[in-house]
């Protein structure tokens, strides 16, 4: 069943495209009543609203995990193992790594706060919200740039995707969870609209 196979490179990037749908999803959510509305209470009192930010949320968050702790279990291997290869001098490996560090802290932020805190989020740090949108973004885009250069013949690590699509597609993978998130967040705030008349 060669059709069914697929990398732990190509997995852990689909696992970050899916968190970036979500991360779409709920930003749509938030920006509708936050931003448009003016009215970041909607996300409690609008119950369209309040269950779909809530549940994006949760898969963004819970996505972001998983590829949080193959990040770090890949970058421990390759500092002591050199499994996957530490590739300090190449663009692409220092475009995706460096910078998650600052995202894993934005994103464990606002879930801590989310989970703890959630007034002073709704209060005080309505910023956080598109601070995490935008840090899924930079995620999605740089693990996506650095999982198709590794695997062109050049610098062959990975075999060619099997179910992502092929590089010569690339730029519509990348837009891919955009659009599909987008989509879905039109669907959403249209029945959130109809709840407020």
């Known amino acids: 069943m060669a059709g069914l196979t697929y990398t732990t490179a190509e997995f ?38 309040f269950r779909s930010h ?10 972001y995990f998983l590829g949080l702790f193959a990040g770090i279990t890949g970058f421990i291997g390759a500092i002591f193992f050199g499994e996957p290869p530490f590739e300090i001098l190449d663009f692409s490996f220092n475009f995706h790594v460096w910078p998650s560090f600052a995202i894993a802290v934005i994103v464990i932020w606002k879930t801590y ?21 935008i840090a899924w973004s930079y995620n999605w885009i740089s693990s996506a740039f650095s999982y198709y250069l590794r695997t062109l013949p050049s610098n062959l690590q990975h075999p060619p ?11 519509l993978q990348i837009i891919l969870p955009f659009i599909i ?10 029945a959130a609209d109809k709840k407020e008349r």
């Open 12 to 49: 852990n990037t689909i696992v970050t495209m899916l968190g970036c749908l979500c991360a779409t999803v709920q930003a749509a959510t938030g920006a509708y009543a936050g931003y448009k509305k003016k009215k970041i209470s909607l996300l409690k009192t609008n119950d369209v609203l």
């Open 54 to 63: 809530r549940a994006f949320g949760g898969f963004a968050t819970t996505l």
């Open 113 to 133: 706060l989310s989970y703890f805190r959630k007034p002073l989020i709704y209060k005080q740090c309505k910023w956080l919200g598109v601070a995490t949108f």
């Open 161 to 171: 995707p099997t179910y992502l699509l092929p590089i010569e597609l690339l730029w």
């Open 181 to 190: 998130g987008a989509v879905i967040g039109v669907f959403i705030l249209r």
